[in-house]
C-alpha cells in the first residue's frame, strides 16, 4: 500500500471507533488533525457546521441531502 492508502485507511478506522461507539455528530477535535480534511476530501464525512460533521457515504453526489436528512434530528439533539 502507498502512503496515502495507509493515511485514509487510518482516518477510517479512527471514523469507524466513532461510529461503533454511536457517535453521529462528530467534531472536528475527535480526530488527529489531519483526519477530518482527508475523510472529507475523499467523502467519507461532511462538514455541516464548523468543526461539526457527519458521516457520509463516498458515492453521494455534490448537492444530495440524504446523509443531513438521516442525521439531522440525532446532530440537532447533541448540539
Known amino acids: 500500500m502507498d ?3 495507509l493515511k485514509l485507511a487510518h482516518s477510517l478506522a479512527v471514523l469507524k471507533q466513532h461510529q461503533d461507539s ?3 455528530a ?3 477535535k475527535m480526530f ?3 483526519d477530518p480534511e482527508r475523510l472529507s476530501k475523499h467523502g ?3 462538514e455541516v457546521m464548523r468543526g461539526w ?3 457520509s457515504n463516498s458515492n ?3 448537492g444530495d441531502s440524504t446523509t443531513w436528512y438521516r442525521s439531522f ?3 440537532v439533539l447533541i448540539i
Open 22 to 24: 454511536g457517535a453521529v
Open 53 to 55: 460533521y457527519i458521516a
Open 3 to 5: 502512503q496515502v492508502s
Open 26 to 28: 462528530l467534531r472536528s
Open 32 to 34: 488527529e488533525r489531519s
Open 60 to 62: 453521494e453526489r455534490k
Open 73 to 75: 434530528w440525532v446532530f
Open 44 to 46: 467519507f464525512i461532511k
